[in-house]
């Protein structure tokens, strides 16, 4: 069952995790925030199964990698639907050069923790193309792993 309900840092830590990054101290340098508090997110998005610690084996050293589940994609997918309009405004000031405004409308709707993750999206990613030219159809199924 995809999970629509995320507090702005689980967000946060669902949107660094699919745009690469694979640590807590990524995250949250990423999204200026203490290391602890990320690491809490994650525990609570790995018991609900939005996201999953994978062991990386390289000779003798072992790393952990986050990755989204299924449910944690399309989770991530449905709350960034639900802050659409937003985030196609801030789009459009930002092409216009009007990026201060862009960020507080950000700010206004609750995403400026999160604003610096959004914004390459927003210009060349995820959010620039199908998310918000259109209605989202996920492939994926909800709460099966990838």
């Given at each position: 069952?995809?999970?629509?309900?995320?507090d702005?840092?689980?967000?946060?830590?669902?949107?660094?995790?699919?745009?690469?990054?694979?640590?807590?101290?990524?995250?949250?340098r990423?999204?200026?925030?203490?290391?602890?508090?990320?690491?809490?997110?994650?525990?609570e998005?790995?018991?609900?199964?939005?996201?999953k610690?994978?062991?990386?084996?390289?000779?003798?050293f072992?790393?952990?990698?986050l990755?989204?589940?299924?449910?944690?994609?399309?989770?991530?997918?449905?709350?960034?639907?639900?802050?659409?309009?937003?985030?196609?405004?801030?789009?459009?000031?930002?092409?216009?050069?009007?990026?201060?405004e862009?960020?507080?409308l950000l700010?206004?709707?609750?995403?400026?923790?999160?604003?610096?993750l959004?914004l390459?999206?927003?210009?060349?990613g995820?959010?620039?193309?199908?998310?918000?030219?259109?209605?989202?159809?996920?492939?994926?199924?909800?709460?099966?792993?990838?």
């Amino acid at each position: 069952m995809v999970q629509y309900d995320v507090d702005p840092l689980s967000l946060g830590v669902l949107l660094g995790i699919y745009n690469g990054a694979k640590t807590p101290e990524e995250i949250a340098r990423l999204l200026n925030v203490d290391k602890d508090s990320v690491e809490e997110a994650i525990r609570e998005l790995v018991e609900r199964g939005l996201v999953k610690v994978e062991e990386k084996k390289i000779l003798f050293f072992k790393n952990k990698e986050l990755k989204l589940t299924r449910e944690g994609y399309n989770t991530l997918m449905a709350a960034l639907e639900r802050v659409k309009p937003q985030l196609q405004k801030a789009r459009e000031l930002i092409v216009q050069g009007r990026e201060e405004e862009a960020f507080a409308l950000l700010d206004a709707a609750g995403l400026g923790l999160f604003a610096s993750l959004l914004l390459p999206l927003m210009l060349g990613g995820i959010l620039a193309l199908p998310f918000l030219d259109h209605e989202h159809h996920s492939h994926i199924h909800p709460g099966e792993p990838f």
